[in-house]
């Protein structure tokens, strides 16, 4: 349950940015997200090395989640 709170932090907050602020609009659109994914992945990495394996499972499967909501909410591309 830690890990899917913690995993939760980087993409909602880079939501958050990109839609409130002039940060979103000056930046690459997936630029934020991007910070976001590799926050998580050093996240995981951490959690990992504590012995936190269930953590670490749930930021990982939060940030697969982040991303499937990311391709279909903003229509990228996958070709």
Do not use: D, W
């Amino acid at each position: 349950m830690l890990g899917l709170l913690v995993g939760a932090f980087g993409p909602a907050a880079a939501s958050l940015l990109k839609a409130f602020t002039p940060l979103g609009t000056t930046m690459h659109p997936l630029s934020l997200y991007v910070l976001a994914a590799v926050v998580n992945i050093l996240l995981v990495r951490f959690f990992y090395r504590q012995a936190l394996e269930r953590s670490a499972r749930g930021v990982l499967m939060i940030t697969f989640v982040a991303l499937l909501l990311l391709i279909f909410i903003e229509k990228l591309s996958l070709a």
